[in-house]
């Protein structure tokens, strides 16, 4: 049975990911109110939306998530039946400087929204849904082999894989002890459009485009599943209409990649979108110091997904890093403005400084 909801409250909406899910529940439920709520860090960007903005059955609202006043008044205003929760701090490198800020987003806010889903939901909650979007960073590091499935014991190792561990767990125990309706889903590395470009893909596209070193930390030898940012949203809208109240589903493409062979095909595609001869990107390649508590290898089983809801991605991964480039080149503004200002100082920090 499909669930039909009338508003939707979309959490960290002008993020990366979260933009893509807001523009496509825009699209698919014309007849529902789609309420995007974020704070717009660093990480948020109302141009990722400027296509969509005006839509009739849109509405932005700014707000932090920590703040507990905001978020109960949020509920208690709209008659929100769906929560679609993404707004978190989301970069491993920043959670290694600041482990505080992302308790407080990442558990604090996550609870601030339980609880007024709670109040709201006390009398009747059939048909609501508190939908957690969370990562497979949660299982821990892999080795050689193996994948993470649902049942894979949590072993978070990174003080942002901690602090989505906890919010998990704090959705699941409102679940259990309050019976609210609640979904996890745990995703795979994503890459697309409007990605900040301090994550792997996009800080290197920028990078090569400027003739800037690409930094690969170690040996680049750890291992990722990449998916395409559409793909985690067409998951993401089947899961909150389609799964099942109290579970939990693993999202990824099976699609492995060392850093530095994602590094070495990306300076192909580069070297072939702009023009140079090939090999020339390849030499931007620098080794840098290795991140701390590096976790070696991801992969998701997502069977569960697959065979339960019928989800499959829709794109290989050389065609969707081709699209991304695409994207990135043709958006030069985009990138521009998001790189000027703070980023500068970050960058500073991170890589010239260390
Ligand atoms: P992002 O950093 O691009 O976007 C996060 C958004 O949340 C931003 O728009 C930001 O302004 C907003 N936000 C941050 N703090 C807030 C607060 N206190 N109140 C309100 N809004 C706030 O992140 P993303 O990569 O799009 O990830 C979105 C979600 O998906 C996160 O929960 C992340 O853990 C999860 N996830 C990400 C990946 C990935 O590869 N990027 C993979 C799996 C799961
Ligand atoms: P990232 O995009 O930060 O995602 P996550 O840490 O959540 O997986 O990093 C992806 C991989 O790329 C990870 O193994 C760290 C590595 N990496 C680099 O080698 N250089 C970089 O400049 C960055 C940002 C990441």
Request: proline fraction near 3%.
């Amino acid at each position: 049975m499909k669930r039909d909801f009338k508003t939707i409250l979309i959490t960290g909406g002008a993020g990366f990911i979260g933009s893509h899910v807001v523009r496509r529940f825009i699209n698919n439920y014309p007849g529902a109110n789609i309420i995007n709520l974020d704070k717009l860090t660093y990480a948020g960007n109302l141009q990722n939306l400027t296509d969509v903005e005006n839509k009739p059955n849109y509405t932005f609202l700014k707000g932090d998530i920590i703040d507990s006043l905001f978020t109960d008044a949020l509920f208690q205003k709209h008659n929100i039946d769906a929560v679609i929760h993404l707004a978190a701090e989301s970069h491993v490198d920043r959670s290694i400087t600041n482990p505080t800020e992302f308790a407080m987003t990442n558990v604090i806010g996550t609870i601030n929204l339980l609880n007024g889903a709670k109040k709201a939901w006390a009398n009747n909650a059939e048909g609501k849904l508190f939908y957690h979007v969370s990562t497979d960073e949660v299982y821990g590091s892999l080795g050689a082999t193996g994948f993470f499935t649902e049942e894979t014991a949590y072993d978070p190792r990174s003080p942002y894989s901690a602090s989505k561990a906890s919010s998990d767990h704090f959705v699941m125990a409102y679940h259990h002890t309050y019976k609210l309706p609640v979904i996890i889903s745990n995703c795979s590395n994503n890459y697309g459009s409007h990605h900040f470009p301090e994550k792997l893909i996009p800080l290197a596209i920028h990078n090569i485009k400027n003739n800037k070193p690409v930094p690969v930390y170690g040996k680049g030898e750890n291992v990722r599943d990449w998916l395409y940012v559409n793909d985690h949203a067409s998951a993401i809208d089947l899961i909150s209409h389609k799964g099942k109240v109290g579970e939990t589903y693993n999202i990824g493409g099976h699609n492995e990649w060392k850093n530095i062979d994602l590094i070495h095909l990306l300076c192909k595609i580069m070297d072939k979108k702009l023009g140079r001869p090939a090999g020339t990107s390849e030499k931007l390649i620098t080794f840098v110091k290795d991140r701390a508590g590096h976790d070696l290898r991801y992969a998701i089983d997502s069977t569960k997904l697959q065979k339960e809801l019928g989800w499959i991605p829709s794109l290989q991964f050389e065609e969707g890093l081709e699209k991304t480039v695409d994207w990135y080149l043709a958006n030069e503004a985009w990138l521009n403005n998001v790189t000027s200002g703070d980023y500068q100082k970050y960058y500073e920090k991170q890589y010239v400084q260390r």
